[in-house]
């Protein structure tokens, strides 16, 4: 949407195929319903809370189906406005399935359609593994439209979809067990913090088992582990990795790259092995995030029609996993700012936020600063904490800037806040 919208802004005739609605996994299946879960989980936390500053409530009770059905209606609104928004700039909508059958050649719904440049933005799908009984599981695709809410879930995978989904469920009430065949969560995290926000979750009620490995499903729904333990469980959610969605699209037949997985091969300025035929987003599988996607359409569309060639920057790119509680990064993690650098410099800091000090929540927030030894510029910055990633997107600017330590702590704080002891850590943790 992004790209067509910037290159029509640019002055090219644009079309766009859609066999579904607009918006995508992030609108429909992703971030945007993901984040209005998480936040109806996160209110038991504050509901438990708020007596201690004074609020005398009724035992609270919680309706999924009036969950589902506002968050139904808002999607609704946003994909009907997307399209509206593509009209509005002048973008020709054709329903249906697109193939491409050359480089300058695409179907769609049985009409033919001619173009100088093809834009391949597909996005990705999730799988599940390949044991038996897999079947008895869902995705999270699946996972917004429930008909019930089950009193028992077992979220399958160490990523953060997992993580933020085992932690949605246990919010809402579910009996959540969180179990993932490696040794550690969030690979390609800073270790340290997504061992934290493990500790965190675990504290808040999601049982997490490391190191085991699901064989199989068997109806009932009973999960089997390689160890030898079977669980009973109400639903099983795969969140087990993700796959591009070039499938049938015709890509390797008009001469397009595909990798192992079937992503897209591109260069710096998202162009495949066919000079007319580019790709962006989830469907290259390089840094699988909405907002990357987006600016990747930008800088495209900016690269064929706005004669400013711009290649691709994935540097210091601010994310954060919606778990419960969030866990916001940018920049490196140490172990990788140590394997770029050698010697870093780490800062840390670990405390009870005082919106937790009259309520007695054993909460607690954790940040971390990676600052490379001789240069002293701040190269990772990260937060396992309540709005994690409202308070971040600010220090995300300054890890982009490459601002150094003593520009942090030249910042004032602003207190009493969580965000301030980004400027305030002065003791060296190694």
Known sequence: MRASRTAAALGARVAIAEMDRFGGTCVHRGCIPKKLYAWAAQFRDELREAASFGWKLDP???DWSTLRANTARELARLGALYE???????????????????????EVAGERHRARHILVATGSRPVRPAIPGAELGITSDE????????????????????????????????ETTLAHRGERLLRGFDREMGERLAEEIANKGVRIRLGSRLERLEPGIVAAFADGTRERTDLVLFATGRRPNTAGLGLEAAGVA???QGAVRVDRYSKSSVDSIHAIGDVTDRLNL???ATAEGMWLARTLFGDSPTPVDHEAVPTCIFANPNFATVGLSEETARERFGAVDIYRSSFRALRHALGGAEDRVHLKLV?????????????????AGEILQGIAIAVKAGLTKAEFDATLGIHPTVAEEFVTLRQKAR
């Open 143 to 174: 996972a917004f439209g429930l008909e019930r809410l089950p009193a028992r879930a077992l979220v399958v995978g160490g990523g953060y979809i997992a993580l933020e989904f085992a932690s949605i469920f246990n919010g809402l009430g579910v």
């Open 60 to 62: 609270p009770a919680f």
């Open 290 to 292: 909405t907002p990357v």
């Open 371 to 387: 600052v490379d030894t001789t240069s002293q510029r701040v190269v990772g910055a990260h937060i396992v904490g309540p709005e």
């Open 258 to 260: 595909l990798g192992p």
């Open 84 to 106: 509206r928004l593509l009209a509005e700039a002048g973008v020709a909508i054709h329903r249906g399935r697109a193939r491409v059958l050359d480089a300058h050649t695409v």
